[in-house]
T-cell receptor, first 117, second 108 residues
Framework: ETGVTQTPRHLVMGMTNKKSLKCEQH?????MYWYKQSAKKPLELMFV???????ENNSVPSRFSPECPNSSHLFLHLHTLQPEDSALYLC????????????????FGPGTRLTVT | LAKTTQPISMDSYEGQEVNITCSHN???????ITWYQQFPSQGPRFIIQ???TKVTNEVASLFIPADRKSSTLSLPRVSLSDTAVYYC?????????FGAGTILRVKS
């Protein structure tokens, strides 16, 4: 138990569906992240939020829409996905975000296994 | 943006020391190096982090040479439960670049 929970753990959706992934952290952290982990690629950073403000969007397609209503919750809204979007989506949180000569340990949730049919 | 390279896999036996090296040739002056461990069906878990020279904690050591173009994670006396994927991460200024991961298989 890392203090970061993700729901659902598994999701199957069609290409025309709209669904949302939820992440919640109980660690009092200020930064939250979405990552995509595919079978044949390294962990890819998608979005970073710090104090509810988006600070990084790693050229993610607009069919992925993040939302961070407060520092404890992070959502990833999905619509019109493609089969190649099937992957494990990981949420993480940290006390702060990396800056000049500073870095923070990230705590990861267990992930949501997404299958797009 | 720093690019990282790690071996795809390594095999070891229980009780041995394992060293996994990550190359990061264009690491920036401000970047930190962090290592994570991941078991199947779980998210990655922090192991150790460093900026230069040597860092040691209760589970691992991290060696970073003066030029910082590589780093080596050292796991002393591995056990079967250390079988996992190990990722090196170079991070700085909101840029996070994970390596492809090294599958470590520990045999009895």
């Amino acid at each position: 138990e890392t203090g970061v929970t993700q729901t659902p753990r598994h999701l199957v959706m069609g290409m025309t569906n709209k669904k949302s992934l939820k992440c919640e952290q109980h660690l009092g952290h200020n930064a939250m992240y979405w990552y995509k982990q595919s079978a044949k690629k390294p962990l890819e950073l998608m979005f970073v939020y710090n104090f509810k403000e988006q600070t990084e969007n790693n050229s993610v397609p607009s069919r992925f829409s993040p939302e961070c209503p407060n520092s404890s919750h992070l959502f990833l809204h999905l619509h019109t996905l493609q089969p190649e979007d099937s992957a494990l989506y990981l949420c993480a949180s940290s006390l702060g975000t990396s800056g000049a000569f500073s870095s923070y340990e990230q705590y990861f949730g267990p992930g949501t296994r997404l299958t797009v049919t | 943006l720093a690019k990282t390279t790690q071996p795809i896999s390594m095999d070891s036996y229980e009780g041995q020391e394992v060293n996994i090296t990550c190359s990061h040739n264009n690491i920036a002056t401000n970047d930190y190096i962090t290592w994570y461990q991941q078991f199947p069906s779980q998210g990655p878990r922090f192991i150790i982090q460093g900026y230069k020279t040597k860092v040691t904690n209760e589970v691992a050591s991290l060696f970073i040479p003066a030029d910082r173009k590589s780093s080596t994670l050292s796991l002393p006396r591995v056990s079967l439960s250390d079988t996992a994927v190990y990722y090196c991460l170079v991070e700085g200024g909101n840029k996070l670049v994970f390596g492809a991961g090294t599958i470590l298989r520990v045999k009895s």
